[in-house]
């Protein structure tokens, strides 16, 4: 909300994100978490699911419980995050490779710190270049309020769990073997390192560094913000994004000819693949419906 630094890293935020992206993904196995990184007031990630449905109860409930931890940890009372999560598919293996990039190199593009490995708040690098296991703390409120109000002695620590975050090779490192897929990523972090030492030199600015990141007022509200319109797709060229979207708009048309075909009480509507079905009981009363996706 407002760009403010709510998600700015330290110790306690940190196992707090990665224990709702744990308890998310024991939720929801089916969904592949390919990389994240969380920023101080925005987090990026990729991932992929079996279905719409999936994903999005993956992101709600990331999301949700993201702004509910956070939001009591520094007490913040109003709305959590400024919109809905953006989604924007990746077209091609080698779109792919260059999210992954952008996803890795958060933290030094902004100037904020020299190499990826020195962002002190979350992010995949570690995981990605050696191995090593995401673990964080899931606190299981709903058990402990019961039980608080049922007059029993209990505290919060009692009802965490640890859970651990599992990471999934992107589609075109899969046949790669695990020392293969870490020195790919290491070799794109020292590009990034190289790349930001670069431009530092060029452009005169200093990396702000990992101390002062973590001493940053988590309600400090920047003066401006940055906003740009989000992209149809990552694709490799113009031409693969103007036919996705040419795509995209062929199936909202054929999803709102649905609808209507639907309100006007006609039987066996087909729903274009991939779409969420319309809710049946804001539907006409007295109107026999039969709804199957394509």
């Given at each position: 909300?407002?760009?403010?630094?709510?998600?700015?890293?330290?110790?306690?935020?940190?196992?707090?994100?990665?224990?709702?992206?744990?308890?998310?993904?024991?939720?929801?196995?089916?969904?592949?978490?390919?990389?994240?990184?969380?920023?101080?007031?925005?987090?990026?990630?990729?991932?992929?699911?079996?279905?719409?449905?999936?994903?999005?109860?993956?992101?709600?409930?990331?999301?949700?419980?993201?702004?509910?931890?956070?939001?009591?940890?520094?007490?913040?009372?109003?709305?959590?995050?400024?919109?809905?999560?953006?989604?924007?598919?990746?077209?091609?293996?080698?779109?792919?490779?260059?999210?992954?990039?952008?996803?890795?190199?958060?933290?030094?593009?902004?100037?904020?710190?020299?190499?990826?490995?020195?962002?002190?708040?979350?992010?995949?690098?570690?995981?990605?270049?050696?191995?090593?296991?995401?673990?964080?703390?899931?606190?299981?409120?709903?058990?402990?309020?019961?039980?608080?109000?049922?007059?029993?002695?209990?505290?919060?620590?009692?009802?965490?769990?640890?859970?651990?975050?599992?990471?999934?090779?992107?589609?075109?490192?899969?046949?790669?073997?695990?020392?293969?897929?870490?020195?790919?990523?290491?070799?794109?972090?020292?590009?990034?390192?190289?790349?930001?030492?670069?431009?530092?030199?060029?452009?005169?600015?200093?990396?702000?560094?990992?101390?002062?990141?973590?001493?940053?007022?988590?309600?400090?509200?920047?003066?401006?913000?940055?906003?740009?319109?989000?992209?149809?797709?990552?694709?490799?060229?113009?031409?693969?994004?103007?036919?996705?979207?040419r795509e995209y708009k062929n199936f909202v048309a054929r999803y709102r000819e649905a609808v209507s075909n639907l309100l006007l009480g006609k039987k066996d509507v087909e729903f274009p693949e991939g779409c969420f079905l319309?809710?049946?009981?804001?539907?006409?009363?007295?109107?026999?419906?039969?709804?199957?996706?394509?």
């Amino acid at each position: 909300m407002q760009s403010r630094f709510l998600l700015r890293p330290s110790r306690k935020v940190n196992d707090l994100i990665l224990g709702v992206f744990g308890r998310a993904q024991s939720l929801y196995p089916d969904v592949r978490l390919y990389g994240f990184h969380v920023a101080a007031n925005h987090m990026h990630s990729g991932l992929a699911a079996k279905d719409v449905q999936q994903k999005s109860a993956f992101m709600n409930f990331v999301n949700g419980n993201i702004a509910r931890e956070i939001g009591k940890l520094h007490d913040w009372r109003e709305g959590f995050w400024g919109r809905r999560y953006t989604e924007i598919a990746i077209d091609d293996d080698q779109s792919f490779i260059r999210r992954m990039r952008y996803i890795l190199s958060h933290g030094c593009k902004e100037f904020l710190v020299r190499r990826p490995q020195d962002w002190p708040g979350i992010h995949c690098v570690d995981a990605l270049t050696k191995g090593e296991v995401l673990k964080g703390t899931w606190f299981n409120r709903s058990a402990f309020y019961k039980d608080e109000q049922r007059g029993k002695d209990c505290q919060l620590g009692d009802y965490s769990e640890v859970y651990e975050v599992k990471l999934t090779p992107i589609p075109c490192l899969e046949g790669l073997s695990v020392k293969e897929q870490q020195a790919f990523y290491r070799k794109m972090c020292a590009d990034i390192q190289e790349d930001t030492r670069r431009r530092c030199i060029d452009r005169g600015y200093p990396v702000l560094g990992a101390r002062a990141i973590k001493k940053e007022n988590p309600h400090f509200r920047p003066s401006k913000t940055k906003k740009s319109p989000a992209p149809w797709c990552h694709a490799k060229n113009m031409k693969r994004v103007k036919q996705f979207k040419r795509e995209y708009k062929n199936f909202v048309a054929r999803y709102r000819e649905a609808v209507s075909n639907l309100l006007l009480g006609k039987k066996d509507v087909e729903f274009p693949e991939g779409c969420f079905l319309p809710s049946l009981n804001r539907m006409p009363v007295g109107r026999v419906l039969s709804v199957a996706p394509g």
